[in-house]
């Protein structure tokens, strides 16, 4: 089997706890070739964690590293469209963790590059390859009718089950500079995708960007992408948001926010007229709790429940190994930059119906 050469920007707790551990374990498929973070003690100490020599804090530098054949493009948000497209310009497939930008322009930007460089771009929306969710849109696709879907995802803060799971490596040599950077990208990246709004919507336009984008990608993949947004609203400073999709027949409802309870609840359910299909998410942060298929059905007078668990194998894993055959085979992942605008442009919905909600609301 042919090993593949990655590296890797960005190595905070996600990167720490799933990509890391996840890249050693598929070591005949992957090789670590270089690690690259703005901290200066964590990359050493990843590199010494994983035998990684190649160690850089400018993005730019491990992008031109001419033996990598893929990079991770696993960094804060608001630099996901630049190190994509440098990594892109220089010959190199990558993964990009969702959001992979913030606003349409980027994925035009990001388009052209990967065309001009003939590589890949794929998304890191992780739970569209856990098997559970790949039987459950079989099983949709089955339904003679859908009548209703819900789409739901309410979370305790990461924060809190990372503390109880795993160790993190922070370190407090960040320049200031660059963390003041960071928080001007993020209010001018914002202004550009919405305009300017109040900063609870744009507070919850990044919930929409991080979390959300993974549930709004599976609906649109499990049930296909909305005739419009017929209601939505915003509350707790952007903390929690909830709207109402409008489908041909039906109606589904999405709610999302953030609490400080220590659990994890997103699932996706679609109810036909005799059948329902649920996909149920626990944490991504404890790797291999299981992503399971609940389906209720009601077959002449007996009414049935089944759970699946089709495997312990976690959902970033099989993208993983997705994103290998990507690479080493030349096909179009599923989660393209062109896949992902279609995300962006239902955030762009949801914000415009908060607007037309509260207009509502003061007449």
């Known amino acids: 089997m042919r090993r593949i050469k990655v590296g890797v920007i960005g190595l905070g707790e996600v990167t720490q706890i799933v990509h890391?551990?996840?890249?050693?374990?598929?070591?005949e498929r992957f090789e670590i070739g270089a690690l690259c973070d703005i901290s200066p003690g964590l990359v050493h100490s990843m590199g010494q964690r994983y035998g990684v020599g190649k160690l850089y804090t400018d993005a730019r530098e491990l992008a031109e590293q001419r033996d990598l054949d893929a990079v991770f493009v696993l960094n804060s948000n608001e630099y996901h469209t630049e190190c994509t497209i440098v990594a892109v310009n220089n010959g190199k497939h990558v993964l990009v963790e969702k959001p992979m930008?913030?606003?349409l322009p980027e994925v035009d930007e990001i388009v052209h590059a990967r065309d001009q460089a003939g590589v890949q771009v794929m998304v890191g929306y992780m739970r569209r390859f856990a098997p559970a969710f790949v039987q459950a849109v079989e099983e949709v696709k089955a339904l003679d009718k859908i009548n209703y879907a819900r789409v739901r995802d309410?979370?305790?803060a990461?924060?809190?089950?990372?503390?109880?799971?795993?160790?993190?490596?922070?370190f407090d040599d960040i320049p200031p500079e660059a963390m003041q950077d960071r928080r001007e990208r993020s209010q001018r990246m914002v202004l550009d995708a919405i305009g300017e709004t109040p900063p609870d919507v744009g507070r919850a336009y990044m919930l929409l960007c991080g979390l959300s984008s993974h549930d709004i990608s599976a609906m649109r993949e499990i049930i296909g992408y909305p005739k419009r947004v017929v209601a939505a609203a915003q509350w707790n400073g952007g903390n929690f948001i909830s709207a109402i999709f409008e489908y041909?027949?039906?109606?589904?409802t999405f709610e999302t926010g953030v609490d400080r309870q220590r659990r994890f609840d997103a699932h996706i359910e679609v109810y036909g007229e005799h059948k329902s299909v649920?996909?149920?998410?626990d944490t991504p942060y404890i790797r291999h709790m299981p992503t399971t298929l609940v389906i209720h059905e009601t077959v002449g007078d007996s009414y049935r429940e089944s759970i699946s668990r089709p495997t312990y194998k976690d959902p970033y894993t099989h993208e993983l190994e997705y994103f290998y055959d990507v690479?080493?085979?030349?096909t179009e992942p599923k989660t393209t930059p062109e896949d992902y605008k279609e995300d962006l442009e239902i955030f762009r919905m949801i914000i415009d119906a908060f607007a037309?909600?509260?207009?509502?609301?003061?007449?």
Do not use: F, M, W
């Open 154 to 156: 309410i979370i305790g």
């Open 158 to 170: 990461n924060s809190l089950i990372i503390e109880q799971s795993s160790r993190v490596h922070r």
């Open 248 to 252: 041909p027949g039906y109606r589904v």
């Open 101 to 103: 930008c913030l606003s």
């Open 20 to 27: 890391l551990p996840i890249l050693e374990q598929l070591s």
């Open 278 to 281: 649920r996909v149920q998410y």
């Open 356 to 363: 037309k909600s509260e207009s509502d609301q003061a007449t």
């Open 327 to 330: 690479v080493t085979n030349g």
